[in-house]
């Protein structure tokens, strides 16, 4: 449609004057003016099916409703419109926008999969119940929510084949070991929570030279356990000048493997404290271990070197001594030129206990061998022989060995509980001692 400016103007978009009589001339309206806009109107109604009628004036409303409920403008490569179907959209014999959902059989805008489904109602809803459990698990990581564990779960890790690249699946199988115990321990701690069900790390053999911190984790009574996985001790963990384990919090089981600790002089002028386990919060449970200290070369000139094999430090943290029957419970110590050496320590509140044999006919013996100052000390501690049954955990020296140096020191309020075992139930040559001053007690 062309605008129709007045009667004999020369601009084609002149506007229209109102007359006024005896002072303005109204402007002249062409024909054109007049039956342009009929026609246009007319045809709009004609369109939307709908007969023209004098006495109805409501007939383009009616036939712009009409077009639009009946079909929107489709558009083409040739043709504007509001919407161009194809590649998952439709129209309806309605007239309505239809999504296509993508099938085996059809293309279509989206595919439900992964937990996302699409409702009678045409609505999009998630369904967490049918998402993979590796999806899920990586959205939870991906928040920091951490993953419940809902029965046993193992984590591998193998020094030769594995990696620490945290890639989808590392550590659940042996095929995706990882690499360091560390590594594995850290994925572990910071992923799950084990409420009350336990997770088991095997440990492929190899010499591992780390020196580990098992930290807290999220758990009711669950427990993380380090496994040697071949069973025939053939896993070592190794550290020189250093702790070799160190625990500090949670619940922990070490099971059927070499820990061992290489202690040499210092001479930086830095007091020295070395252990193979050191316990600073939680608890800690030996199970059929083969442990391992010694201290090698000259003595040190400048500064000293405590070791304390087994330590226990503040009123939250445990070892343990678990009633197995495993082949291995050797402890092997060798006091050399070094300052001090303990086999068992404890202070600050710390304890130290033997459970009885989790067979009523065995003893639970730990063989001991090598030379210490102390076989035991105790500084405001605890140590308890658990259960005074019959078939308790023993501390006894090793066929063809010996054990050199005092069985015991109790100091600062120490308790000592044998279960009435006396004096000899802790290796050495030497008797032990406490301070009766402080209300230590042996029995």
């Known amino acids: 449609m062309k605008y129709n400016p007045p009667a004999g103007s020369q601009d084609p978009d002149a506007k229209y004057v109102t007359g006024q009589p005896g002072k303005v001339r109204g402007s002249a309206v062409p024909a054109e003016a007049v039956e342009h806009p009929q026609r246009e109107i007319v045809e709009v109604i004609k ?108 984590f591998y890790v193998d020094k030769s084949t594995g990696s620490d690249t945290l890639d989808d699946g590392r550590g659940e199988s042996e095929s995706k070991a990882f690499k360091t115990i560390q590594a594995c321990v850290d994925y572990v701690t910071s992923n799950y929570n084990l409420n009350k069900n336990n997770v088991g790390i095997y440990i492929a053999p190899g010499v591992y030279e780390e020196s580990l911190t098992l930290g807290s984790f999220s758990r009711t009574t669950g427990y993380i356990a380090l496994i040697g996985k071949s069973g025939d001790y053939s896993t070592t963990i190794k550290k020189t000048n250093a702790n070799v384990i160190r625990v500090d919090g949670g619940e922990w089981f070490l099971r059927g493997m070499i820990i061992e600790s290489a202690v040499t002089a210092f001479d930086d002028g830095i007091d020295r404290f070395i252990g193979c386990v050191v316990v600073e919060g939680g608890t800690v449970h030996l199970e059929g271990c083969d442990i391992l200290q010694e201290y090698t070369g000259p003595a040190p000139t400048n500064g000293s070197v405590f070791m304390r094999m087994l330590g226990v430090y503040g009123a939250t943290s445990v070892l343990q001594f678990d009633g197995t029957t495993r082949a291995r419970n050797n402890l092997r110590f060798h006091k050399g030129n070094g300052t001090s050496f303990s086999v068992l320590f404890a202070e600050r509140g710390g304890t130290i206990q033997c459970a009885p044999s989790n067979n009523s006919q065995d003893y639970v013996d730990v063989k001991c061998e090598g030379e210490t100052s102390y076989f035991i000390y105790l500084s405001n501690s605890n140590f308890y022989a658990i259960g005074g049954s019959k078939y308790l955990t023993r501390f006894l020296t090793a066929a063809g060995k010996s054990v050199l140096g005092k069985r015991y020191y109790l100091r600062i309020s120490a308790l000592c509980s044998t279960a009435n075992r006396g004096e000899a139930y802790f290796p050495g040559d030497t008797a032990g001692t406490l301070d009766a001053k402080t209300y230590c007690v042996y029995q």
């Open 47 to 154: 369109k939307a099916g709908l007969d023209p009628d004098g006495d109805d004036l409501t007939q383009l409303w009616q036939a712009i409703g009409q077009i639009i409920s009946t079909k929107a403008p489709i558009a083409t490569k040739k043709k504007p419109g509001l919407v161009q179907i194809g590649n998952g959209l439709a129209i309806t014999p309605q007239g309505l926008l239809s999504v296509l959902i993508a099938s085996t059989s059809q293309a279509g805008l989206v595919k439900p999969r992964y937990g996302l489904k699409i409702s009678k109602d045409g609505s999009l809803d998630v369904d967490f119940g049918d998402m993979p459990t590796d999806k899920f698990e990586e959205l939870l990581k991906s928040i920091r929510v951490p993953i419940w564990v809902e029965r046993t779960k193992n």
